[in-house]
């Protein structure tokens, strides 16, 4: 019985006697556990089987997770793989020989690692390896060691990616949808004066032309007054609300854009893996990464429109001659590149350098994969049980994420925002304004031009006439116009300088009489108007 079972590894032996006479349970609701007794004796058979066995063990190039150097005609295991395999060999001591696949590469069924595994070269891969369930029918898989992430390493931008700071306070959504408010605005304006206008006539005077209504909206927006005075009581609805709407406006749109010049807020050309495609960026990797075999597969829309290279080089060569001067993007796992970037700053703070001098490289807080990583069996492998034992205590007890962060801190290192004390606007905060007021001067210009063409066009149209003929005793010499005096009657005429009476201007009566009492008369000034 389960239960039984429980009792004897609970209390071996002769122990626990007055147990042995207990009630047995009913079988239909017995549950069976996991028998640990019977476990436990496989396993130190196992492991008594192991004593002196020679195992193959084959491995890839990926330091410091795991890697094999040349020494005295053999390979030598190194990293943080084979030191999971010097422990299992220090408690139950066995011989093995490290193998390297020529192609250096994951491979398949008949190349590369894989390919190792899947013709019975090998016994085990000691390496960290992605976890394929396609090739489940020829390789077995021990539990999981950890999510290997793959990050982008690229060289640290000048200036941020965010683009200009008059952009920045609202997303694209909202800026499409106040263009859509701004350009539906003044129609309906214009449509509910003219609408008024013609249901009810004589109630204000106000212009209906889509053009006036036009810069009421620009003159709002700009906190400018209007020279149209609503009196009808929908006209004034109308007015308001779109006021009202751009006080809320503003005052958002200030308070964020003060936020956003204030803080040192940092970010990326690449916000996802699918910003590497769209931007057809280049990228570079190490030749048989778990990149090369993803980028045909999971990765192949993200990585569309991008150029990659797979190289051999070492990564300080990746770093120095491909990254830094050729500005390509590694796409590399995390405990690597991590440690390359540790080993910059370490050189840079040595020198004294400024903290935004010292990162010169970054990496993406996103992963363009993500894969379990395990060791690798061969079909039917004799150890398969024992090894995921100790591997599995392994990682339940934190060992193997201690060891993949050995030697690096616990902060991050150069992390995305510096978190610099001061922020000074640099011109890109100002981008915009400068295409803002290009685009005004332009305008003005082009305006002006316009507007010098068509003056002249109307000016020769004003002043073409044609010519009358002319009589022939008509002087053709230029003639002053009469004295204005001499226009009126003789009576009006005085030239030397006499004054009627009295006054410098004439009293004319009219046809009833003399100037008498309200009866109008006509005022005419001597000698001028």
Not at 368 to 383: G, I, N, Q, T
Not at 457 to 474: A, D, G, H, M, T
């Amino acid at each position: 019985m389960a239960l039984n079972n429980i009792l004897k590894t609970i209390c071996p032996g002769n122990t626990c006697d007055d147990l042995k006479n207990a009630p047995t349970v009913d079988n239909r609701y017995e549950f069976t556990p996991p028998n640990l007794a019977d476990d436990k004796i496989v396993i130190n058979a196992l492991g008594r089987d192991l004593v002196g066995q020679h195992l193959t063990i084959a491995t890839t190039q990926n330091p410091p997770l795991n890697y094999a150097e040349w020494e005295n005609g053999k390979w030598i295991g190194k990293g943080i793989a084979f030191e999971f395999i010097k422990y299992i060999q220090d408690r139950y001591p066995f011989n093995y020989t490290v193998t390297v696949p020529p192609d250096i590469v994951l491979g398949n069924k008949t190349a590369g690692v894989f390919g190792l595994m899947g013709d019975q070269k090998a016994d085990i891969a000691a390496a960290f390896l992605p976890k394929i369930d396609a090739y489940n029918h020829f390789v077995d898989y021990s539990p999981t060691l950890d999510v290997g992430e793959w990050v982008v390493f690229m060289k640290r931008p000048i200036q941020s990616a965010t683009g200009s700071g008059l952009l920045a306070p609202f997303t694209f959504e909202v800026w499409i949808l106040i263009l859509i408010f701004l350009l539906g605005m003044a129609p309906v304006v214009s449509f509910f004066i003219f609408l008024h206008k013609k249901l009810c006539p004589g109630e204000q005077n106000l212009p209906s032309h889509i053009f006036s209504a036009l810069w009421f909206v620009y003159g709002a927006i700009v906190k400018q007054g209007s020279t149209m005075l609503p009196s009808a009581d929908s006209t004034r609805l109308i007015f308001a609300t779109w006021w009202i709407f751009i006080t809320v406006l503003t005052a958002f749109y200030t308070a964020n854009l003060t936020a956003f010049l204030t803080l040192s807020v940092f970010t990326l050309p690449v916000a996802k893996p699918e910003d590497i495609g769209d931007k057809g960026y280049t990228w570079v990797t190490d030749r048989g990464n778990t990149i090369e075999e993803a980028a045909d597969n999971v990765l192949k829309d993200a990585l569309k429109g991008s150029k990659g290279h797979y190289v051999y080089e070492s990564r300080d060569s990746i770093v120095y001659d491909i990254v830094m001067k050729k500005d390509y993007l590694y796409l590399g796992e995390k405990p690597q590149v991590d440690h390359i970037m540790y080993r910059e700053w370490l050189v840079r703070a040595s020198e004294d350098l400024l903290e935004s001098l010292r990162c010169v490289y970054v990496i993406t807080t996103w992963p363009v994969l993500a894969r379990e990583r395990v060791f690798l069996y061969k079909k039917d492998f004799k150890f398969k049980r024992l090894f995921d034992h100790i591997i599995l205590h392994l990682m339940e007890g934190g060992c193997v994420k201690y060891k993949v962060r050995f030697g690096l801190p616990k902060a991050p290192v150069c992390p995305l925002d510096l978190k610099s004390i001061e922020r000074q606007l640099r011109n890109t905060d100002f981008l915009l304004t400068y295409y803002v007021i290009s685009t005004g001067y332009g305008l003005s210009f082009l305006s002006f031009v316009l507007e010098f063409l068509f003056g002249l066009i109307c000016r020769s149209q004003l002043y073409v006439r044609e010519e009358k003929p002319r009589s022939p005793f008509q002087s053709t010499s230029p003639t002053l116009p009469p004295a204005y005096h001499t226009l009126f009657d003789a009576q009006y005429n005085h030239t030397n300088g006499e004054k009627p009476n009295g006054n410098d201007y004439w009293v004319e009566p009219t046809h009833q009489g003399r100037n008498v009492g309200p009866r109008p008369s006509i005022l005419i000034q001597y000698g001028g108007i």
